[in-house]
């Protein structure tokens, strides 16, 4: 694999990592899996009028993550429950409008031959969630502790939360191209899982949750290559077997 080849599995799996965490500490383990899936709708317009479904996905994402901020904030319902109720809404319209075999990759992700624009997307949209996290985890997790706590302290919350959302989607969307909509939820929650059994502070959580991503989506890229499948399944069952060995390490 070249190394401009792997600039999109680093920049994806770097803001997997990241987000997670927070994912995680906000219990929306299933949210992920969830929201990767209102791509869909995207990914058929996209193929139906010959784009990238990348940009289709990427921008169904968008708006998916506006319509639940914009309907926590107006029926005060938990997040999980909404992201639960777009996520249906947007399989049962994808189902019905993409098809074919081109389908398979969208879904299940397919390393293949990426372009100049792939790879860009990837570098410049990991760049833009690793800068957000790193400068917001302060606030995030006093919003985390207490909203009204939260507010006190003069922290816009109702913008943080849209910003976290916005930049949950942006991830999904980084890993689109690798692992599909069907599995990209999985690498930023078990990755996360994994630090939270074994780290002691949020900085340690962070840096484990990020070299566990790295180390799935190489180790299982380079799986999937040898044996000429997708790359979806190979990276998260990877990730799962080093949830499984992080089990093992804290029961010792």
Not at 235 to 243: K, Q, R
Request: glycine share 10%.
């Amino acid at each position: 694999m070249t190394t401009e080849a792997l600039l999109l599995p680093i920049a994806m799996a770097t803001a997997s990592g990241l987000v997670g965490c927070f994912a995680v500490m906000r219990r929306m383990a299933l949210a992920g899996d969830a929201l990767s899936h209102v791509a869909l709708p995207g990914i058929g317009i996209a193929l139906a009028f010959g784009f990238n479904p990348l940009l289709g996905a990427a921008t169904m994402l968008f708006f998916g993550a506006l319509l639940v901020w914009a309907l926590e904030g107006q029926a005060h319902v938990a997040t999980e429950t909404i992201v639960g109720v777009v996520f249906s809404v947007a399989l049962a319209i994808g189902s019905m409008m993409a098809s074919g075999e081109e389908l398979i990759d969208a879904l299940f992700g397919g390393a293949g031959v990426l372009s100049r624009a792939e790879v860009i997307f990837g570098v410049a949209g990991s760049s833009l969630v690793v800068a957000f996290i790193l400068t917001q985890k302060n606030k995030l997790v006093v919003m985390l502790v207490s909203s009204e706590v939260a507010r006190t302290a003069g922290i816009r919350v109702r913008l943080l939360d849209f910003l976290y959302l916005e930049m949950f989607s942006l991830t999904i969307a980084l890993g689109l191209r690798y692992l599909g909509a069907l599995l990209m939820g999985a690498l930023i929650i078990i990755p996360a899982a994994t630090a939270k059994q074994v780290s002691k502070s949020l900085n340690g959580m962070l840096i484990v949750a990020t070299v566990a991503a790295l180390t799935a989506t190489l180790a299982g890229t380079a799986l999937a290559t040898h044996n000429h499948r997708q790359t979806g399944p190979f990276i998260v069952t990877t990730a799962g077997a080093i949830f499984l060995l992080s089990l093992l390490y804290r029961r010792r």
